[in-house]
């Protein structure tokens, strides 16, 4: 987790040694703010609590995008999470600092004040992506009151089982893929959405895109990747040679980039596990699924 703290006095940036992180101080901090909201995965501010409120409000935005805001205060008494306690660990973090600094933690989501697990931050130490955030508060105000919810817990699209359902969706599969040079991004985009509604899976399920390492370079895959948070995976033609198992085979890819299979190769070895889709081209563009298990 990324840390950005900053302190208003000398004494609040003395806590410094105790959190293990450097603490800025003598910045404005509404500019602070600003620079860091985006770029962190927390944000510590060790001062009063509203000026740490008023520097966040213009820049908050989504509580599953959102970084961790916890307050402390100089002396500390008191440490608070304000923001994205659940998705963004800000509640987990203030425990933490807790610890560290002898601090009471100050928590205030109704599921943890009741010891009711909260399912948010259970998906999040899953490593599951949330698909319907806006159900989150419908299922904790059902969980509260006693009422039955429903969790699914799939890479696939289906019907939801239970009146209140959130769907988790855990990130266990790889898109491999192959382009042409100078491919339109919005048709890479186009296209590659489109096959994973082939497929019948999320792409909040998938962890990386990879291909080989000719086309790290390429905008195409790059956009995708930048706009949709993954990671872009490439490997040698050696390695994806390398990679056990039958795959469709294109002579005219072998002579192009080394081996006759990018989109196929790719996805299983970055998976680690099987191929569960095979090559499939369209517009220039071929996509191929991979998973650690069968979705």
Not at 180 to 198: N, S
Request: proline content about 5%.
């Amino acid at each position: 987790m990324k840390i950005s703290a900053i302190a208003f006095t000398e004494k609040g940036q003395s806590w410094s040694a105790a959190l293990g992180i450097p603490v800025d101080r003598g910045i404005p901090v509404m500019q602070w703010a600003r620079q860091h909201f985006d770029a962190s995965d927390a944000l510590l501010f060790i001062g009063a609590c509203g000026i740490a409120v008023r520097a966040i409000a213009p820049l908050v935005k989504d509580k599953t995008t959102d970084p961790a805001v916890v307050v402390m205060d100089e002396a500390g008494q008191h440490v608070i999470p304000l923001l994205s306690g659940h998705i963004g660990g800000a509640n987990a973090l203030a425990m933490r600092i807790a610890e560290m600094t002898g601090a009471a933690p100050v928590v205030t989501t109704a599921t943890d004040v009741r010891g009711i697990p909260a399912i948010d931050a259970w998906a999040v130490e899953k490593d599951c992506a949330i698909e319907n955030p806006a159900a989150i508060k419908l299922f904790s105000a059902a969980a509260l009151a006693g009422q039955a919810v429903g969790v699914a817990i799939t890479e696939r699209t289906i019907k939801p089982p239970f009146p209140v359902t959130l769907f988790l969706r855990p990130r266990t599969l790889v898109l491999g893929a192959g382009c042409k040079k100078d491919t339109d991004p919005a048709v890479f985009e186009e296209k590659a959405l489109d096959f994973l509604r082939q497929c019948g899976v999320s792409l909040l399920s998938v962890k990386a895109l990879a291909t080989i390492d000719l086309k790290k370079g390429e905008a195409a895959l790059n956009r995708f990747c930048d706009k949709y948070r993954l990671p872009l995976l490439t490997y040698s033609a050696d390695a994806l040679r390398a990679v056990p198992g039958v795959f469709a085979h294109s002579d005219f890819v072998e002579k192009t980039v080394g081996v006759g299979n990018v989109c196929e190769r790719a996805a299983v070895l970055a998976s680690g596990g099987v191929l569960l889709m095979g090559k499939t081209a369209q517009a220039g563009v071929t996509f191929a699924l991979a998973g650690e298990k069968e979705a």
